[in-house]
């Protein structure tokens, strides 16, 4: 950060993991930065940014930002940064994601300096299965170097917006058009597609790793309440991988979280006292 003494705060959202390790790594390498889940300023009705230098960080959904960030930043005060970044974690397609941020960012007052896309395991079992054990190595050495090129850029408050080619441009516009609209209004009853497997054996993962308290156990099962993110971390978290969405081959698929990340760091993600000094 050029004083040298700014210090930085990175806020994030994470379903499975992929977007807290990106934001540990890049508050590592960057220093005197501060991590904060944005679950657990749900209920703060503005927040004032304490740091010149902030940064969000966090997954696309549907070829846009997720809803519990688009909220999030247009409830900000962003009147003490000075250079604002966003790290978007992905499968690979980011859509609309960066102007539709910009947007929101612009909502509060503030401007979008920088934005940078990280690919990562795509966790949308609905549609596919996620990567093996190779495909998380692979994913390990570009995130590594992912956040060296992020860090740089950011140290010297270097305004940059990763492009993705035309073509890909493209086919993201169009595959919003088509799906992202419909994915934000009924985003938070998508969990009545939910359903649980005879072999859940009442551990309450579930209900833990939720970032925004939609799971409780009723008769020693999960239930869903209404107001989901669709983030699918009690999916991938549930051990017996007992969740499944219905209509969807989710059975047999693969269950995913980052390898660095743990049950406990996701539910600490509810807690404001989980920020973390790097
Ligand atoms: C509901 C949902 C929608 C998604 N949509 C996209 C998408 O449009 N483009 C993409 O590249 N990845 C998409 N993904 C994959 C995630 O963005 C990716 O796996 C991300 O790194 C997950 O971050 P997390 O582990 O921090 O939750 C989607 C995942 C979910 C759960
Ligand atoms: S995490 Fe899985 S096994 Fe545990 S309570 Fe939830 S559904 Fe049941
Ligand atoms: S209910 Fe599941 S998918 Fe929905 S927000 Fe909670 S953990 Fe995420």
Redesign the pocket.
């Known amino acids: 950060m050029k004083d040298g003494q700014s210090e930085a705060t990175l806020y994030y959202f ?7 390790a990106c934001a540990r790594a890049i508050a590592v390498e960057l220093g005197n930065t501060r991590v904060v889940p944005i679950a657990s300023l749900r209920g703060e009705k503005t927040v004032g940014v304490p740091s010149p230098v902030v940064g969000f960080v966090f ?5 846009t930002t997720p809803l519990i960030v688009r909220e999030f930043l247009e409830r900000l005060d962003l009147s003490k940064a000075r250079y604002v970044f966003l790290v978007l ?7 609309h994601t960066v102007s539709h941020a910009r947007d929101s960012l612009e909502k509060a007052g503030g401007v979008l300096n920088a934005a940078f896309g990280i690919r ?5 079992i609905a549609e596919y299965n996620v990567g093996d054990a190779k495909a998380v190595e692979e994913m390990r050495g570009r995130m590594a170097r992912d956040v060296t090129r992020i860090v740089g850029h950011v140290r010297a408050e270097r305004d940059h917006i990763d492009r993705s080619s035309l073509a890909g441009r493209m086919l993201g516009g169009l595959l919003f058009a088509l799906l992202g609209g419909r994915f934000m209004a009924t985003c938070r009853q998508r969990d009545r597609r939910f359903t649980v497997d005879e072999s859940c054996i009442s551990c309450g993962i579930c209900v833990r790793v939720c970032p925004v308290a939609n799971v409780r156990l009723a008769d020693s099962r999960p239930e869903w309440l209404g107001r989901c993110e ?3 971390a009690c999916i991938h978290f549930c051990p017996v991988e007992a969740i499944q969405i219905r209509g969807k081959r989710t059975r047999g698929r693969r269950r995913y979280h ?1 390898p660095d990340v743990t049950v406990d760091d996701i539910a600490a993600q509810r807690s404001a006292s989980t920020s973390a000094d790097m």
């Open positions: 994470t379903g499975t993991g992929n977007s807290l997954p696309v959904y549907f070829y974690t992905m499968g690979g397609t980011p859509g990562m395991l795509g966790n949308y669709q983030c699918f980052h």
